[in-house]
């Protein structure tokens, strides 16, 4: 086979970017109407990196004061009033002959104008979703200047609110929630790029890679968008590193239905602390008819069977808790992932690898991205499939408060239909992916009334229905789940257990009471499965010191702005309660507040775990801190440092002496296809 180069891509991130302010359609505007005169931006040019946020470029120019320090975000508030014009000047392109010449954005956020040389090209609307633009018929031979604008952004989409009213498909925590201020991020949030094409191209490439029953034999299921005349034949191949272990060809329209490729020998992967993660390359190849490669695709995949067996001693009826990887039943452990910053936009990959591996090294093997965000970039589920942490991945629903109904009608319904097949397509052949999920505590009144909380809404809602039905089609062997929490009841109460009405359940978030209250909520405990518990603590006193800014440090109170940014994890009065006194100063509230979070949180994960069998897991709210809270129940401080609960977690996490487990592992011991411990 000929290797002939159709396609050419540029980075656009390697570009020189400008970011300027505007007086909302200002821009739009070449002169103004009363004077005559050329209308120029209220905030000019700054130098912008691509991805990047409007915020962090304003920082970085001396405009912005640091949002983190104090109450400097509210100073933030105004990027939100104005349009925001990203530009840059394209490299020479070579269009002659061209096809097609594509811009492919991964993550606009949120709605806007596209321009090239100043003329319209298209408007977009969306966070979630990449967007593509057809150029071909916009650029000129020279000097083409690409240019995106920003509309104001929607007003409100915070923590508490009308989740049936909240239609506006932006990520809802940069609007406050009680772990960070609010900083509405506005820019170009993952990967942008050209691609000039004078031949057709493989599009759409989805892969879904299964592993049989007798867990040798593996199988991937590949469809991708290509053209279907004039002879074109695509080639799929499986590659252990760059040994082909499978192989096949087929026509074209075969291709865009989909095929099955099976029966080849492969190595399992494993959860982290169970065994390896092995992962395999699935290379697609366009040919024409004259035998020339004319597009190349590929993605990397792992290969797991997971069976979910019902709890020992569950009722009848119960959803199944119990997760079984490759035959071995597994005690799920971990936590709720939030977004690394407020703007996500300008994290980097060293910063997601940096946190992966610390909970790699805390024995987590299940992290809950939240419905509240986002699909995490690419980046994200790379190193996730690489270190072996699962993921629950949640469509971008979440509760309210006021009400926690998703919205219902049609139009809300067909929109979260596209966001939910994009996260699949773009997701599904990441071997991480362990389940998919409605949204985030979306609930109805135990009564029936929308406004309330206590039961979990079901797939009988239209749109977890319509979510459901989507998952049975694109991704149709791993599980949905309508939300989290999930079954008869979103919280678990003391005088409920032992009816059988706990079985997926959030909360408590606080040590109320006694620590002997605590060890006896934990001991008598029948739920099925914990996928939110947690216990505030405070940060470090250095961390505290630094981004206090005007504010005094002590007390850790209300009536002090500072702690109040994160007011729902104040403690103050309780160590006076259990002291008798206050604190003598930051350092010794910080070690109280530290140790009593870790001591309560080890009480409930080693709970949760010596009851492994009737319960399946436990995932802690929450893992990082986006923000520098004074207090918060993350378990990783802002500036990345374990708190000490983290490491009395890390203990039980790292304790494989749950009987299941241990049994597992010893039968596997003294198998060939034992894990690796």
């Known amino acids: ?247 096949t060809v087929i026509d074209a329209a075969q291709m865009r239905a989909g095929v099955q490729l099976g029966g080849f020998d492969v190595e399992s992967w494993y959860p982290n602390g169970l065994g390896a993660q092995k992962l395999y390359r699935v290379e697609v190849k366009l040919i024409s008819r004259a035998g020339e490669i004319i597009d190349t695709a590929e993605r990397r995949v792992g290969f797991k069977n997971i069976i979910w067996q019902a709890n020992d001693d569950a009722p009848e009826g119960a959803d199944p808790w119990i997760c079984v990887v490759n035959g071995y039943p597994v005690f799920l452990q971990g936590i709720n992932w939030t977004p690394i910053l407020p703007n996500f936009a300008d994290v980097s990959d060293d910063m997601y690898l940096k946190l992966l591996r610390q909970y790699k090294d805390i024995g987590c093997n299940l992290l809950r991205v939240w419905g509240g965000a986002f699909l995490e970039k690419q980046i994200f589920y790379d190193i996730c499939d690489e270190l072996g942490l699962m993921v629950w991945q949640e469509f971008p629903l979440s509760s309210s408060g006021l009400d926690n109904w998703p919205p219902d009608d049609d139009n809300s319904i067909g929109e979260m239909e596209l966001i939910a097949r994009s996260y699949i397509s773009r997701r599904a052949h990441h071997v991480s992916i362990l389940l998919w999920c409605g949204g985030n505590e979306l609930q109805t009144a135990i009564d029936g009334n929308r406004q ?126 259990e002291m008798g006194r206050d604190p003598d100063d930051l350092e010794e509230y910080v070690a109280w507040s530290q140790a009593r979070q870790a001591t309560a949180l080890e009480i409930a994960v080693r709970a949760c775990k010596a009851r492994f069998g009737r319960c399946g897991g436990i995932l802690l709210w929450m893992g990082h801190d986006s923000f520098p809270c004074t207090a918060n129940t993350s378990i990783i401080d802002f500036w990345r440092r374990l708190k000490p609960a983290a490491e009395a977690v890390a203990r039980v996490f790292r304790d494989v002496s749950a009987d299941r487990l241990a049994g597992a592992l010893e039968e596997a011991d003294s198998s060939s296809k034992a894990p690796i411990r």
């Open 1 to 247: 086979m000929n290797q002939k180069s159709m396609k050419t891509t540029i980075d656009l991130s390697k570009l020189e970017w400008t970011v300027s302010g505007w007086s909302p359609y200002a821009w739009m505007a070449s002169k103004a109407m009363e004077t005559g005169v050329t209308c120029r931006p209220e905030v000019p040019p700054v130098p912008a990196t691509v991805p990047g946020s409007v915020q962090n470029a304003l920082l970085s120019a001396g405009i912005l004061p640091d949002w983190n320090v104090g109450e400097q975000a509210r100073d933030c508030e105004w990027v939100e009033n104005r349009h925001w014009a990203f530009e840059a000047k394209l490299p020479a392109l070579n269009i002659q002959g061209a096809s097609s010449v594509v811009l492919r954005c991964l993550g606009l956020d949120y709605s806007g104008w596209l321009l090239v040389n100043g003329a319209m090209v298209s408007r977009f609307r969306g966070s979630l979703v990449p967007h593509e633009f057809d150029l071909r018929s916009h650029l000129s031979s020279s000097d083409n200047r690409l240019t995106i604008v920003y509309d104001v952004p929607p007003r409100w989409l915070g923590q508490t609110g009308f989740t049936s009213e909240m239609t506006d498909w932006k990520p809802r925590y940069n609007y406050t929630w009680d772990w960070t201020s609010r900083l509405v991020q506005i820019g170009i949030w993952d990967d942008i790029k050209i691609e000039v094409s004078d031949a057709p191209v493989i599009d759409d490439l989805e892969v879904r890679a299964l592993l049989g029953g007798d867990l040798s034999e593996g199988s991937v299921w590949v469809r991708a968008e290509m053209p279907d005349s004039e002879g074109y034949r695509a080639s799929i191949g499986v590659y252990d590193a760059d040994t082909p272990i499978a192989k």
């Open 452 to 577: 309330g909380i206590g039961k979990p809404v079901d797939a009988s809602h239209p749109m977890l229905a319509r979510l459901q039905r989507i998952v049975a089609e694109d991704d149709p062997d791993r599980r949905f789940l309508a939300t989290s929490a999930s079954g008869p009841r979103f919280m678990a109460f003391e005088p409920d257990f032992g009816k059988g009405i706990h079985w997926d359940v959030h909360g408590p978030w606080c040590l109320d009471g006694e620590l002997a209250d605590w060890h006896r909520y934990w001991n008598t405990d029948d739920s099925l499965f914990r996928s939110e518990t947690g216990c505030p603590g405070a940060s470090g006193a250095d961390l505290i010191r630094e981004y206090a800014g005007q504010f005094a440090v002590v007390p850790g109170t209300l009536d002090n702005p500072l702690w109040r940014r994160s007011s729902w994890w104040i403690e103050w009065h309780v160590f006076i309660a």
